[in-house]
């Protein structure tokens, strides 16, 4: 681990020597502290036995902690302009692997993440880019068996939520596996500092789940419109008679009158299944 990569100083003269600026557009703020990354590494588990695939590797703050402890390491990095500075390191570190490109379009099509052969995602995410990461990742179908990732607070409390607060991201991320916050970060653990505070997410993904196109389509259907009862929204989404709804919805959470964020992820599913019929 290079120990300056936490001072900013340093990491101010890497921009000049390559060039660049922190870029709001990719979210690249830098960790300066490293207590995040030992509670990312132990959420993650990272044993000498795991693959693991991290988005956005930056300068390596949380690389070179990956390099020490996985088998291998499969890094996205968007910034080209970082080329030299990963390939010195990779001469070094034969376990280590770059894939430059938008991570989006690159993790889907790579040869290593079609061969049904387990891993873990741990990545320090873009916050632009988070909710689409989610998807890409818990959509494969190859699965990552978890994924322990840094994001803004805000959306870690919502991927988080319980019923009550529940949002289509929640459901959406809930559904593909079980979340849980790891550990608040503070917006001054970082150079240049975010307007906002982060959090650590640890995602245990169940390794079975397909996508259910009926599934989302019921639940984008059912939050697009918050105000408004969940039973009028589906009348309206899924076109099915808003009288059916609210008995379907009686029987299954006790309340036909239920708003989307009251329903906790087992009432969902079962709301699904029984439309699908």
Request: proline share 5%.
């Amino acid at each position: 681990m290079i120990v300056d990569l936490y001072k900013p100083t340093y990491l101010k003269a890497l921009c000049q020597q390559y060039g660049l600026s922190p870029s709001k557009k990719y979210g690249q703020n830098y960790l300066i502290t490293d207590a995040p990354i030992k509670k990312m590494l132990e959420a993650a588990g990272v044993s000498a036995e795991d693959t693991i695939v991290e988005i956005g590797p930056g300068f390596g703050v949380l690389t070179f902690a990956l390099l020490e402890k996985a088998k291998k390491l499969i890094a996205f990095e968007i910034e080209k302009k970082l080329h030299p500075y990963w390939d010195k390191v990779l001469t070094e570190h034969e376990n280590f692997e770059v894939i430059w490109g938008n991570a989006l379009s690159t993790i889907p099509s790579h040869e290593s993440l079609q061969k049904g052969k387990p891993y873990k995602v741990v990545a320090n995410l873009p916050y632009q880019i988070t909710s689409n990461v989610l998807r890409t990742l818990l959509e494969l179908p190859n699965k990552p068996q978890s994924i322990t990732v840094m994001v803004q607070k805000e959306v870690a409390q919502r991927i988080c939520a319980m019923p009550g607060e529940m949002s289509l991201l929640s459901v959406c991320v809930q559904y593909f596996g079980i979340p849980k916050v790891v550990t608040k970060v503070s917006s001054g653990c970082f150079w240049p500092a975010p307007k906002v505070d982060s959090a650590v997410v640890h995602i245990d993904v169940y390794p079975k789940q397909e996508v259910s196109e009926a599934f989302f389509t019921l639940a984008r259907a059912g939050f697009s419109n918050k105000r408004k009862q969940l039973a009028k929204n589906l009348a309206h989404g899924i076109k099915k008679e808003e009288a059916l709804i609210r008995e379907l919805l009686e029987q299954i959470t006790g309340n036909s009158r239920v708003r989307a964020q009251e329903l906790s992820m087992a009432q969902w599913k079962a709301l699904a299944q029984v439309l699908s019929k």
